[in-house]
């Protein structure tokens, strides 16, 4: 199989998450709520090579546009990845992800000590 063959077929409308760190697309998955029970089709391809990263992860989410509270939250897992919004099988709009000052909702540890708390602890009281 040659470096151009296509390995995935295109979407007609969805989001495509390109430039995703090497070994995160199923973090990328997870952290969106996907679990396959409901929506459409979802492709994820781990390890393919690219000419950015040298190895990229790519998911292909069929009849969802990502929201920007969703894209915040995959700019923590892949810093360097592209937001395709796809329509009629051709991208309407693409972007890349950038990371904000604050992302609320993500984190979660039980510990009172954990760096996280604390650093939410000292944001609130600014």
């Known amino acids: 199989m040659s470096k151009r063959t296509l390995r995935v ?5 969805g989001t495509v998450i390109d430039h995703i760190t090497r070994g995160h697309a199923l973090d ?3 952290i969106l709520n996907i679990d396959g029970r409901s929506g459409g089709t979802v492709t994820i391809a781990i390890n393919v090579p690219s000419k950015k990263l ?3 992860d ?3 989410i069929e009849g969802r546009e990502l929201n920007p509270e969703e894209v915040d ?3 923590l897992l892949a810093p360097h990845a592209s937001i395709n919004i796809i329509r009629n099988y051709r991208v309407a ?3 890349r992800v950038k990371l ?3 992302i609320y909702g993500i984190l979660r540890c039980i510990n009172p000590t954990c760096i996280s ?3 939410f602890q000292s944001i609130i009281k600014a």
């Open 9 to 13: 077929s295109k979407i007609r409308d």
């Open 73 to 75: 939250k995959i700019a």
């Open 93 to 95: 709009d693409k972007s």
């Open 28 to 30: 990328v998955v997870k």
């Open 58 to 60: 790519v998911v292909k």
């Open 100 to 102: 904000p000052n604050i």
């Open 54 to 56: 040298e190895v990229k």
């Open 117 to 119: 708390v604390l650093a």
